[in-house]
T-cell receptor
C-alpha cells in the first residue's frame, strides 16, 4: 500500500529552528508538496520538490531525497504564527496525491 | 483569501435531512476536488472534476453526490448521512491535475446528529 509518515506533534521555541520529517512509500513519484494549515483554516501551499536537493523560500526550506523516500521542511527563526499543522503530500505515478496525517507544530515563547 | 470560497462554514443536520455544500473558485482553474478531513487522519480524496468532467470517485458512498455545473462551481449534495460522516469537508482547485499545487477553501464543518 501507499503510505506517508510524519510525526504527529512537535514543540519548538520562538526564534529557534525546527525540522519536520516526512517519509513515503508510494507507487512511483511525481513530486512532493508541503502545506500549512492553521486551525479552522484552509491548507495553504508552501513548497514543491520534484528533484533532489534543497528549495529555499524565505524562512522555510524543503529538502527531498528520492532514493531515500524522504523529505523535510525546515522552519527558521520561528514565530508564534508558525503554530499550525504541516501536511506532506506525494504525487504517485498516476498523479494521485497521497497525503500524510499532518504534524501539529506548537511554538512556545 | 485563498480564491476558493466554501459555504456554509458550519452545518448541523439530522440523518434524514438533505443539504448541499457549495464551493466557488475565482482562480480560473480547470480542476476541482472534494476532500474529507477527520481529526488526526490524512486528507481523503472524494471526487475530482477536470474541465467539468468527473475523473475520480474514490469509492465514496452514494449518500454523497457531487455536481459540477461549470469549472468555477462545485457542489456536494448530502442525504441520509451517518454520524461517522461528521468531519471537515474541504474543496480545492488547481490549474491542472498533474504538478500544479491545489488551492483550498476554508472548509465546511459538518456535524451529523
Amino acid at each position: 500500500g501507499q503510505n506517508i509518515d510524519q510525526p504527529t506533534e512537535m514543540t519548538a521555541t520562538e526564534g529557534a529552528i525546527v525540522q519536520i520529517n516526512c517519509t513515503y512509500q508510494t507507487s512511483g513519484f511525481n513530486g512532493l508538496f508541503w502545506y500549512q494549515q492553521h486551525a479552522g483554516e484552509a491548507p495553504t501551499f508552501l513548497s514543491y520538490n520534484v528533484l533532489d536537493g534543497l528549495e529555499e523560500k524565505g524562512r522555510f526550506s524543503s529538502f527531498l531525497s528520492r532514493s531515500k523516500g524522504y523529505s523535510y521542511l525546515l522552519l527558521k527563526e520561528l514565530q508564534m504564527k508558525d503554530s499550525a499543522s504541516y501536511l506532506c503530500a506525494v504525487r504517485d505515478s498516476n498523479y494521485q496525491l497521497i497525503w500524510g496525517a499532518g504534524t501539529k507544530l506548537i511554538i512556545k515563547p | 483569501e485563498t480564491g476558493v470560497t466554501q459555504t456554509p462554514r458550519h452545518l448541523v443536520m439530522g440523518m434524514t435531512n438533505k443539504k448541499s455544500l457549495k464551493c466557488e473558485q475565482h482562480l480560473g482553474h480547470n480542476a476541482m476536488y472534494w476532500y474529507k478531513q477527520s481529526a488526526k487522519k490524512p486528507l481523503e480524496l472524494m471526487f475530482v472534476y477536470n474541465f467539468k468532467e468527473q475523473t475520480e470517485n474514490n469509492s465514496v458512498p452514494s449518500r454523497f453526490s457531487p455536481e459540477c455545473p461549470n469549472s468555477s462551481h462545485l457542489f456536494l449534495h448530502l442525504h441520509t448521512l451517518q454520524p461517522e460522516d461528521s468531519a471537515l469537508y474541504l474543496c480545492a482547485s488547481s490549474l491542472g491535475t498533474e504538478n500544479q499545487p491545489q488551492h483550498f477553501g476554508d472548509g465546511t464543518r459538518l456535524s451529523i446528529l
